[in-house]
């Protein structure tokens, strides 16, 4: 091979290598939240699993008729989550140490830095500065990442639509509450005050408040503040978190943190490969170029 | 076939017949056999029996999938949104199909012309690995027509499959230019041949680039997951550089894998140099997957301890974790390790078999065997979903086949000069026994030029 003819090869090389990644390396930076995102502190020490925010959530959001009525608390024998019928659900779960049984209500809870947001690769999700994390159903390509990726089990897919599914989660009321300033229809239903709205920093010192006058209530953690980078919805509980069913395991960081070693990877092989593999082509045909290889493209050339 | 050739029928090697006259592409398609003889090989051989009745079976299903949606197939489960499209057509083909940009490298950078016979049978692995990854992806997107959204209308360039995106679509038309070589010359288009010739140690200096990044990138879009991936087949620091390194020894022995099976089966399409040296190169092939295997090892441990999970070999995950590296890495390796020495091919051949099922094996556990291991339940396929990948499968299986027996992989297209001379005077001592009839009369022709030569001194 001709030394031009490797020349040419590099720079088409390294073309395409970058016509194929465009500017993957900007990394992410860690983000802690919009400083006014709003939020909702769920006190599941109030909650009697009324499923009145279920309803509220049904009719607001204008989602088909659920297959059991709100008012029937069969649904409590087994657990349930979200889906594409249902963006918010009430759990029960076990009593401990002769208390009651404590109830949660699960739905979205609109991280600050939300692993479904970082995982689309057509950034269908945005994050908006009131704290709900909303999803454009128009170009979502359906490939479920942001399920695999969310870590509460929350997004669920239209699975029935043959020729428009789309993902289907809990968008704080977005469009027809939060925008103007209003709480989300689940809040405002609530007959118990076990959910308030508000700013999210102002959400945790009334948690922390909370705790502190009745110690013997609470157990002294708002899930949620810190877990996963911050979440916009946050929980008190009488027990452990894990006891009603929210993952402790998870970790502070944000679910993109792990995925930053890759991220940071990447340019690097964009830009030490071709050198590396180009000098080692250098190297390994530099004295056979004249014999071996030759005598192999002139059979080849011969051949036309 | 092996019978048709036995009893005189040629092999299309070259733009022309025996006789001299040119092959029409209609009878390149027919293998050069009369159509009723073409007809006749395919209608004999059980494996395409096997194939009308899966596809009769399967398309049908795979036309519902797009009619009445994913949840007339699948389980439309919100917990495993991943289900076997991906886990095994996706995830499982494409780290076997890391062959084109390896043996790419290995003939065109690092000038292993030794190795180059089979450069070509790895290309088209990789292709054709590739493709059909692509459509599975395609059974399994919501909404596929979309697929092209993130090229053109909506970047999401924070996300690991936005750039798996890119890279496999970038590579995937890198890896046409290079097996488009092949079918130029079987369709005798010399500008074309000339023209990729020229971009050839770019396109495979970008293939390298590409491959590290979207084998690593498959890797890294579990790391979106790390509650719900099992920790065993988890790694936050060493995932992508799992997915990267496994898919070198499971490249090369699909290589080796599928060399095999065409050797048993369609060695009346390999030329002498190939034949000659499938067996040094499989040894070859197989150094190279020991290598990687025992890279892969050592990462593999190196991150188990990394995060301190012995712990976990004590449960029923943990068992499995084993079977996997005993199937995959370890019992291969020893495989490798006694055979290559004593050159034993059966033995390498069958280990190599054992890696392509390992490696298969473990992005399966991955994406969706240990997949959410602390939910209580396990998702089981729907039957509907099972049909379309043995379908898909299946087709995959025949295209690859369609392609090996017509375009010059295992066989080196000769060029008309060089024939022309050998035309004219067999041609005079065939007079009477032109090709096609006469067949019982006319000599047995060889494979390829090379067996011509030798026949004819024979028959001479």
Not at chain 1, 28 to 35: D, M, Q, R, T
Not at chain 1, 66 to 88: I, L
Not at chain 1, 259 to 269: D, H, N, Q, S, Y
Not at chain 2, 82 to 93: A, E, Q, R
Request: net charge positive; with cysteine.
């Amino acid at each position: 091979m001709k030394r031009r003819d490797f020349l040419k090869g590099c720079l088409i090389g390294g073309a395409a290598a970058t016509l194929g990644t465009t500017s993957k390396s900007w990394a992410v930076g860690s983000f802690e939240g919009y400083p006014d995102s709003m939020g909702v502190l769920v006190d599941t020490t109030r909650c009697i699993g009324c499923r009145s925010c279920e309803a509220a959530c049904n009719k607001e959001q204008k989602l088909p008729e659920p297959d059991v009525p709100f008012d029937d608390t069969s649904v409590f024998e087994e657990k349930r989550r979200t889906t594409e019928k249902a963006y918010t659900v009430v759990n029960r779960y076990e009593a401990t140490d002769g208390k009651k049984a404590p109830f949660r209500k699960m739905q979205c809870n609109h991280c600050n830095e939300p692993a479904c947001l970082t995982s689309c690769f057509v950034n269908a999700y945005t994050k908006t500065k009131e704290g709900a994390v909303i999803y454009d159903g128009k170009i979502c390509v359906g490939c479920r990442t942001c399920m695999v990726a969310c870590p509460f089990n929350i997004p669920a897919y239209s699975y029935s639509s043959a020729f428009a599914p789309v993902v289907k989660k809990c968008i704080f009321c977005y469009h027809t509450r939060l925008k103007f300033g209003k709480p989300p229809a689940c809040v405002e239903i609530c007959p118990r005050e076990a959910l308030t709205f508000g700013l999210r920093r102002d959400l945790i010192k009334m948690g922390n408040e909370r705790i502190k006058e009745t110690p013997d209530k609470y157990f002294d953690h708002i899930y949620g503040e810190k877990e996963l980078g911050g979440t916009s919805w946050l929980y008190l509980s009488s027990v452990p978190a894990e006891k009603i069913g929210l993952d402790e395991t998870v970790g502070n960081e944000p679910i993109i943190s792990n995925v930053k070693e890759f991220l940071g990877m990447v340019p690097m092989v964009l830009t030490i490969w071709p050198a590396l593999f180009s000098g080692i082509h250098l190297l390994a045909t530099r004295n056979k170029d004249h014999g071996d290889h030759d005598n192999h493209s002139a059979q080849e050339d011969g051949k036309k | 076939m092996k019978k048709l050739i036995d009893n005189g029928a040629i092999v299309v090697t070259s733009h022309q017949k025996a006789s001299g006259k040119d092959w029409t592409l209609m009878e390149k398609l027919f293998l050069g056999l009369p159509f009723s003889q073409y007809i006749g090989q395919a209608l004999r051989n059980p494996l395409n029996w096997f194939f009308a009745v899966v596809l009769a079976v399967g398309l049908p299903i795979i036309l519902g999938r797009f009619i009445f949606g994913l949840s007339w197939v699948t389980h439309s489960s919100n917990d495993y949104p991943w289900g076997l499209f991906l886990g095994f057509g996706l995830f499982g083909m494409v780290p076997l199909s890391s062959s084109g940009f390896q043996l790419g490298t290995a003939c065109e950078v690092f000038g292993r012309h030794d190795l180059e016979p089979i450069e070509r049978l790895g290309l088209l692995n990789g292709l054709l690995g590739y493709f059909f990854a692509v459509i599975f992806l395609l059974c399994d997107l919501g909404q596929p027509w979309r697929l092209p959204y993130p090229m053109v209308l909506a970047y999401g360039p924070a996300a690991v499959l936005f750039l798996v995106a890119w890279h496999v679509a970038t590579y995937l038309s890198v890896q046409i230019a290079e097996v488009s070589v092949s079918f130029f010359e079987w369709i005798g288009f010399p500008i074309g041949i000339k023209a990729i010739r020229k971009i050839t140690l770019g396109m495979t200096v970008s293939g390298i680039i590409l491959s590290t990044l979207h084998q690593g990138a498959l890797g890294a879009l579990f790391t979106y997951a790390p509650g719900k991936v099992h920790p065993l087949w988890y790694s936050s620091s060493f995932q992508w550089i799992h997915f990267f390194v496994s898919s070198i020894p499971g490249g090369l022995c699909m290589v080796i894998t599928v060399s095999t099976i065409a050797k048993k089966t369609m060695a009346w399409r390999f030329d002498k140099r190939f034949v000659d040296s499938l067996d040094r190169i499989t040894i070859s092939l197989a150094k190279g997957s020991s290598m990687g295997l025992a890279t892969y090892l050592t990462i593999k441990l190196i991150s188990i301890a990394h995060d301190n999970k012995w712990g976990y070999f004590l449960t029923g995950y943990g068992q499995w974790y084993l079977v996997e590296i005993m199937i995959g890495v370890i019992v291969p390796m020893a495989l490798f390790a006694y055979a290559i020495r004593r050159k034993q091919m059966g033995i390498i051949r069958l280990s190599a078999f054992m890696v392509v099922i390992g490696i298969f094996l473990n992005r399966l556990n991955t994406a969706y065997i240990t997949f959410n291991w602390k939910l209580s339940y396990r998702e089981i396929p729907h039957w509907r979903e099972v049909v379309i990948c043995v379908t898909v499968y299946c087709i995959y299986i025949m295209v690859y086949r369609f392609i090996l027996y017509r375009l010059p992989i295992f066989y080196q297209w000769q060029a008309q000069e060089e024939l022309a001379t050998e035309h004219v005077t067999e041609s005079a001592a065939h007079k009477h026994a032109p090709a096609h009839d006469n067949r019982d009369k006319s000599t047995v022709l060889g494979l390829t030029p090379e067996y011509v030569t030798e026949s004819k001194s024979t028959s001479l």
